[in-house]
């Protein structure tokens, strides 16, 4: 490895660098046997002996480097033996909505929400989520961690919200305030269901795409609940 | 407002400072009405005259300042009208169990979840919270900010947790990995429900209190949960 590559890749801390490029980035042992388990495709891995001698199979390109090494490049506060250059996936065609329950987040903004949100749809099954261009964006190296390698089985698309609800038939379902109660509702599995921003919730273009508002229960003083607690809140209460 | 001032006001954002201090710091307008709206007792309230202009009673001691003073007083990104000094409360005995469902956090570390589980628990009627001493404390900002103004209203007490589960009458329910599941389980409303570490769960001290131990099925892929995530679908299944 040069000093170019490691410039390379210490600027992916930066939003504008991991925004542009084809590539991300995954760190530790136990994300990248997933990835290596996955259909995702490993650019390069940088690895210290010790991760390198405990694989038996390995098919991608590796380098070994040392732990001083693997310090410079990670992002992480306690590097951990491996990091791998992956292949950002992108879609050819929207996402078919036929079949499948899907998410929708409506300008979600923190990052650590959106990556938590994915993980619980991964707890609950479901395989796909749509976001609006303003929400954290999958590739943000804080909402991939925040999933847990749930990214790797559900997929995030990015799509105008609007053109979205306005094409199809299935039933969409909105987290509000004011709606019916979640626990008294069923949803349909081949719905959508929007997720608004933490303090302003669905807006107002979105709000008429809404055919079936349903509601936690508040039961005690809160104003409202974290965008992620109330989505898990939701996916569970239809188990 | 002198440079001293300003400076113990800006030495908030270390941790060692708010950690040793009897008050802490509240900021924005719509947290200092529910905050003058509640028994908690204020120290001194700086704000600017857009803010006490549009007061009709304030009782607080209180200090005309710019935006610009505010701006360099404020832990916000965008300082808005008005930062408080609070006085922390003490609370003289521990928590009463009786008559109530107490949360206990077993070594949350990360200051986010501790405070949404906070307002989750406020979400659901929850009045205390009893957390170990490793766990994010309640008057670490980013916990307070988390709570979106809901540690007003739930109580949170550091204890010895193997000390407070061995000296009681009532159920203890743990949220782990493999246990009853929750929506066949009926926790009994005089219960204290354990909370475990977001990476490693509940502590092998803690376990052998556990004589209820639930879990939330899980139909996807996902290895665990968010802990705020997990809270709130444990207290939402109990509705």
Partial sequence: MNNNELKYIQ????KKHWDQESVFIVEGPKLLQEVMQSDWVIEKIFATKEWLDAQTVLNAPHELIDDILLGRMSQLKQPNQVLALVHKKHDASPLALQGQF???LDGIQ????VGTIIRTADWFGIKQIIVSADSAQL???KVLQSTMGSFLRVKVQVQNLEETLSNHLFPVYGA?????SVFETKMDKEGLLVI???SKGIRQNIMPFIKHPITIPNFGAAESLNAAVATGIILASQK
């Fill in 11 to 14: 600027s992916f801390a930066h």
């Fill in 102 to 104: 899907t998410l929708v």
């Fill in 110 to 113: 923190d990052p650590g929400n």
């Fill in 139 to 141: 590739y943000n190296p």
């Fill in 196 to 198: 608004g921003n933490e």
């Fill in 176 to 180: 509000l305030l004011n709606g019916r």
